[in-house]
Structure formats: structure tokens, C-alpha cells
């Protein structure tokens, strides 16, 4: 199974991501269980949503503690949430920011992990030149695409697609497909670093 | 055809499907999409024909329904929580005028403190007044378990609560086959009712009834609800060959055959039992799991004969019953009652906690070892409770459990801190 931990703030979409990564799951005949953790919804306060992946039916119910990937739609929920909780030393990690790991304090962090699993990534930047907004969800959808190939990018498109209708729907399948190819150059440099 | 969707959407699309023709409700979180999604298919003419009523309260959607289901139509509401305890006194008059309101409950917690996530105290706080209540363990056996919960109200003239975990189903997304028209209508004929308001045939119902009658027509009520132990298990069998695929019934074992310890419980934390007896299996425990379907009527004697050679059963409960302890443990102990078992109460996953895999295992690895208390709520912060009772011995005017508790850990609550 291939858990995923979404962390955002109520009106990022962190939800729908969920929701959509479970979409593209299916699409491609997997099983995928998506579900959210909020509070009494408040735009702007905390939430999770988690997705599990995999090959046969999924029963368990619980939160997922122990994520394979971990997606962060907004970085100051660093200071508030303790978001890298239970995460695999082998985990796969997609922050929503413009800074690198050392901006955010998180140099030494980084150190216990698999360096080239973890990323910085301008979603929001992403998601406005190509959506016109600045809800980052889908973009980072692609970012988790190229970064872990859980999902192919057509399925994410195919889920997108599925989820919304007209330009919303060509405009966050654009921010997904730039998000994963701004991924693909990024581990590019980092194994040539 | 298998698709990938929330729990609430398949409800609603499988009510649809059913033909609901009066649809009063009113929003409570976590059963709002459910409604909401009626709402609309109803405005798009995708669910006609029917009527949607936005009412002022769940006392009048009950109340709603009842009229509606009086005059003959297919009725249905859902809610959850303190609209459940608003409606109360509804309830009880649409199960004891026998009306086959189908009802959906998204499970949550009731307060005071408030509280919106999910465990059984609402729908167990009502376990007495009459309606059938089923349980399911998934999204699919929860949208299956409403077309077999019209058509056995509707034979039996009563109403069904369909319980289904708030957020850890409703708001779930994972695949689900829903049935064609065809199936459901081949399934679920239109509805004939048993006793009809017809200005053309004027009657009355809902009559007084003193002391010379009341004790017969509860007698009766109490009757024809435990046909439903004999009825439910044929409409499983013959939805079952419809769909192509087993439906609830009134129990579900899990490697229970050769079990010592059985876990038994309601609901969706039944996947996560049902991963973690796999676990306690593969290292070689002799543990398994039973899923209690229809807790009303209750299947003594089916529980019994499920557990005849259990060593120990652990009831795993999201109610607790101030003063008691176990609800449904107090069931399964008269289903065993007499028999050298013994029973456990498990409190757990009250107001949202999550019920992990961990924790299971834990717990069932000491009950394994005869070392379990009668009572347990599970991965209770006794720390947490310690702090408030001293501060409750150091001083008289120590204020309120919850506030106190929450700034204890951390959480900063309403109001001034």
C-alpha cells in the first residue's frame, strides 16, 4: 500500500487532491481510498486528507501516520502542525513554496531522509500563471507524479478532467503538467549535483 | 459499473435509484452531502418524480416524513447527531404508527463538549425507539443497505435507520458498483403501503390508545420487528443474487471458526479489526472478528450461535453509557448469557479518535493473555484525566473539564485563555 498525507488549510483543496490522487489511482484500475480530517470547516485553519494506494481492497480506516509521501499546500503550516510526523525514512516529501529546504530552516532536517525525495516546489506560482489562481492542489498532483510515479501524469489529467468541466479543467491540468515538469527538471539538476 | 466516489454521493445516487419521493431534510454536518446531492438531482429533474422539502428543523423533517409516508409515498430524510436527539420524539411516533421511513445517519458524536466527528452515540441513544437499525462496514454495503432497507420497511411497515460513520464514510471516496434502474426496480417494487390518508377514503391513524390496548400494540411493534431477524437475511440472499454480490445480512463473521478471541463490533472500524486480526493471525494468534449488521433487532440467537466457542469476546464500542459502561456489550451478553465466555467492554474512537491498527493489537495481545479489565477505553490519556481531577481536589471553583483539559494539552478553546 502507498499511503499519502496531505496537509493544506481549509480552501487550498487539500481535500480534492486527495480525492483526485484517488480518481487517477482508479483510473488505472488500483485501488484508492481518499479521505479528509477537518475540524468544523474554516477557511484558512488545518487540515488533512489522506490517500491510500494499492493493488487490492483496502479496509483499514484509520489516518494514515506513517505516509510514503507527504504533501505540504502551504509551508507556514510548518510552525503550526507537526506535518513530517511518522514519515518514512524512505519518504517522499512536496512543500508548496518558492524557498529550498535551507529557506525554511529545514537544512539539518533533511539530512535523516532521502534527499532526492524531497522538494521544494512553486505550486502556487504554477497554478496562477496556468490556472489564473492560486489554489496549488493540482499542481502539486503533478510535482507527485514526476517525484514517485505512484500516478502517471495522464491519470492525474484524467482525474482532473473528471472532477471539472471547461476551462477549469484545461486551466488545473496545465498547472499539473507544468508542476510535473518543473519536478523532472529539478531531480535532473539534483543528480547532476 | 465500478466508480470512484464519496460515500455521501453514493447514498444519495442509491436513494435515487430508489425512488424516494418525499425528501424532507435539514443540513448537519456530516450527512449535508448527502442531502445536498438529493437536492440537486431533484432540481435537475434527474430524481422525479419527488419532492424535496427544505424544513426549519429535524423535528419537522421527521415530522415531514411522517405525513408524507401516511399519504402513501416513498419517504426518506438523513441526519446525524443532535438532529437525531431534535427529531426524538418523532421517531417514536413514526415507528409506533409504523410508517417505512427510510432514514440515513451519518454517525457522530453528541455533546456537550461538541463535537462533529464520528463515533455511535446518536444512533445508539435511540437504539430503543422502534426503528430498525443497520450498520454498515463500507461505502458499497452502506448504499446496498438502504435498497434493502425500503423494501423491508416497506414489508414490514416499519422504519430503517441505515448508520454509516460520519466522515470515516460519508466523506470517503473509494470505489463502489452502483446497480442500474433495472436492478433496483426488479428489487423494490413500488411501494403499497399498508394504511393510507385518502380524503377519498377518509381514516384516521395515530389513535389514543389507554391501558385496555397500549400493551398489544407494543407487543406488536416489538413483534413485527423481529420478523426483520427472519426477513432481512431473505432480502440479503435475493439482493445478493440481483447485484451479484454478498450483501449485509444480520452478521458478518471473520475467521471466527477456529477463534479464541473474537472482536466484535458495528461499523466501518470493522476493516481496520479485519487488517489487524490478519496481523495477530500471521503470528500465529487465534483471533477473529464479528460484525453485528442489524443491531435492531438484535440477533441473539445468532450472535450466540456465532460465538458458542469463543473463549473471550472483546466488544468494541464508540458509545459509552454513562454509568454503565458497554451498550452493545450488554447485547452480546445476553446472547451469551449462561455460556463460560467471557465478555469485555472496549470503549472507543468517541468524538473522532482514531481506532488504529496499533492500538488493536495491543489490546487484543493482552486480552490473549487473560490479562484484559472488564472494561477498557481504549488508548485513554490517563495522564491528561489525572491533571483535571487534581486540579478538581486543589480548588473548588476549578471550572470546566473541557476548557481545562483542552489548554492542558495545548489546544487553546473558545474564549479567553
Known sequence: VFQVRIHGRGGQGAVTAAELLSLAAFARGRHAQAFPSFGSERTGAPVLAFCRIDEREIRTREPVSQPDALIVLDPTLLHQVDVFGGLRPDGYVLINSVRSFAQLGLAEWVGGFARERLLTVPASDLAREHAGQMRPNAALLGALAALTAVVSLDSVVHAIQMRFSGRLAVANAAAAQACFAFVEREREALSHA | ?417
Open chain 2, 1 to 417: 459499473v465500478l466508480e470512484q466516489l464519496e460515500g455521501s454521493r453514493a447514498v444519495a445516487r442509491t436513494v435515487a435509484l430508489c425512488r424516494a419521493e418525499v425528501i424532507p431534510a435539514y443540513p448537519i454536518s456530516p450527512q449535508t452531502h448527502i442531502v445536498e446531492a438529493l437536492s440537486a438531482m431533484v432540481k435537475t429533474g434527474e430524481l422525479a418524480p419527488c419532492e424535496f422539502v427544505n424544513v426549519e428543523s429535524e423535528y419537522a423533517a421527521m415530522s415531514v416524513a411522517i405525513g408524507a409516508s401516511a399519504t402513501g409515498a416513498r419517504a426518506y430524510t438523513a441526519t446525524a447527531s443532535q438532529g437525531l436527539l431534535y427529531m426524538a420524539e418523532a421517531l417514536y411516533n413514526a415507528s409506533g404508527l409504523g410508517l417505512p421511513i427510510v432514514m440515513t445517519l451519518a454517525n457522530r458524536a453528541i455533546g456537550a463538549p461538541i463535537n462533529i466527528w464520528n463515533d455511535h452515540s446518536d444512533s445508539m441513544s435511540q437504539r430503543d425507539c422502534g426503528w430498525i437499525q443497520l450498520y454498515a462496514e463500507s461505502n458499497q454495503e452502506a448504499a446496498d443497505m438502504h435498497i434493502l432497507a425500503f423494501r423491508l420497511a416497506e414489508e414490514l411497515s416499519l422504519p430503517v435507520m441505515v448508520c454509516m460513520d460520519g466522515f470515516i464514510l460519508t466523506h470517503a471516496y473509494e470505489q463502489i458498483d452502483l446497480p442500474t434502474q433495472r436492478q433496483v426496480d426488479s428489487f423494490l417494487p413500488a411501494f403499497q403501503p399498508r394504511q393510507v390518508l385518502d380524503p377519498a377514503e377518509p381514516v384516521t391513524i395515530g389513535a389514543m390508545v389507554g391501558p385496555e390496548a397500549f400493551t398489544e400494540v407494543k407487543y406488536l411493534a416489538h413483534a413485527k420487528q423481529m420478523q426483520a431477524l427472519d426477513l432481512l437475511p431473505e432480502l440479503s440472499a435475493e439482493l445478493a443474487v440481483t447485484l451479484g454480490r454478498d450483501t449485509c445480512g444480520l452478521l458478518r463473521g471473520y475467521r471466527v471458526e477456529d477463534a479464541q478471541t473474537v472482536v466484535v463490533a458495528l461499523g466501518s472500524v470493522l476493516g481496520t479489526i479485519e487488517d489487524t486480526v490478519d496481523e495477530l493471525r500471521a503470528r500465529g494468534e487465534k483471533v477473529g472478528a464479528l460484525g453485528i449488521k442489524a443491531f435492531r433487532p438484535f440477533p441473539l440467537a445468532e450472535v450466540r450461535a456465532a460465538l458458542a466457542h469463543v473463549e473471550r469476546v472483546v466488544v468494541l464500542e464508540k458509545a459509552l453509557a454513562v454509568g454503565i459502561g458497554g451498550i452493545v456489550s450488554q447485547n452480546v451478553r445476553n446472547a451469551l448469557s449462561g455460556m463460560s465466555a467471557d465478555v469485555y467492554t472496549v470503549i472507543a474512537g468517541l468524538g473522532g479518535r482514531p481506532i488504529t491498527k496499533a492500538s488493536l493489537g495491543r489490546l487484543l495481545g493482552v486480552a490473549q493473555d487473560d490479562a484484559l479489565a472488564p472494561m477498557t477505553f481504549l488508548d485513554l490519556n490517563v495522564e491528561l484525566v489525572e491533571r483535571e481531577l487534581a486540579r478538581t481536589r486543589q480548588c473548588r471553583r476549578s471550572g470546566p473539564h473541557a476548557e481545562n483539559m483542552l489548554r492542558d494539552i495545548g489546544v487553546v478553546a473558545a474564549g479567553a485563555v
